[in-house]
């Protein structure tokens, strides 16, 4: 079975700070991807950064970094430069690319409050 | 480019009535992903389609609940009747490939 771990309820940082989210994930598949979500109070589910089980590298997208680290099954999200607009919940989610699993997983999400 | 559009954003109604949301996926998406989320939890997928096709609805209140997507393209999840425990954000989102596109969701509330 495949499930996504956010051991984090909400997180403060403090603005220009960088901050790690945690996500930690159990697949069977030898194949999968990792995403991070934003979620504004708005409601809308922002796509943020994209990890494939099988890149050699980890996944940079701006200001936001995953730390992939496969034998340890953790895909940790690195936000520099906190801005007050990155104040919402976070969600890790997996997606197995392994026939009846190919579907969107998502964890309990993280909520992080940037500081001024 | 425009984004996965859904309708409407807001919805109150009573018990026992029906609702019915809509979605337009990101031209030349052919997934079509359904989720619910509920307060202060992350979205649990209701019903995924294949151009047409509804590959997996094993999550979906099938007593209650019905979608279609007609011609592999707008999709429309109906609840009827809807309960009080129906309150949440419906998530309409598209795939071509790996990434997987939200739209802004409908909010319902049950009341």
């Known amino acids: 079975a495949q499930k996504i771990t956010q051991t984090q309820p909400g997180m403060f940082v403090q603005e220009k700070e960088a901050v790690t989210l945690d996500c930690t994930y159990d697949?069977?598949?030898?194949?999968?991807?990792l995403f991070w979500y934003k979620q504004p109070s708005s409601g809308e589910m922002i796509f943020l950064i994209y990890q494939g089980s099988y890149d050699q590298q980890n996944a940079t997208e701006g200001r936001y970094s995953l730390n992939f680290q496969k034998a340890r099954k953790s895909a940790n999200l690195v936000i520099s430069a906190s801005q007050l607009g990155d104040s919402a919940m976070y969600f890790c989610?997996?997606?197995?690319?392994?026939?009846?699993?190919?579907?969107?997983?998502f964890g309990t999400g993280t909520l992080l409050a940037v500081q001024p | 480019e425009a984004g996965v559009v859904q309708s409407p954003r807001y919805k109150i109604i009573e018990k026992k009535q029906p609702v019915a949301f809509w979605c337009n996926p990101i031209s030349g998406h052919n997934t079509l992903y359904w989720y619910r989320q509920n307060l202060g939890q992350g979205p649990e997928l209701l019903i995924r389609y294949e151009n047409e096709e509804a590959v997996d609805d094993s999550q979906l209140p099938k007593d209650r609940f019905s979608a279609e997507r007609l011609k592999g393209v707008d999709s429309t999840l109906k609840i009827q009747p809807a309960e009080l425990g129906d309150s949440a954000v419906y998530l309409c989102?598209?795939?071509?490939?790996?990434?997987?596109?939200f739209g802004e969701g409908s909010w319902l509330t049950v009341v």
């Open positions: 989102a598209s795939s071509f490939g790996n990434t997987i596109y």
């Open positions: 989610a997996m997606r197995g690319y392994g026939g009846a699993t190919n579907k969107l997983i």
């Open positions: 697949t069977s598949d030898p194949s999968y991807g």
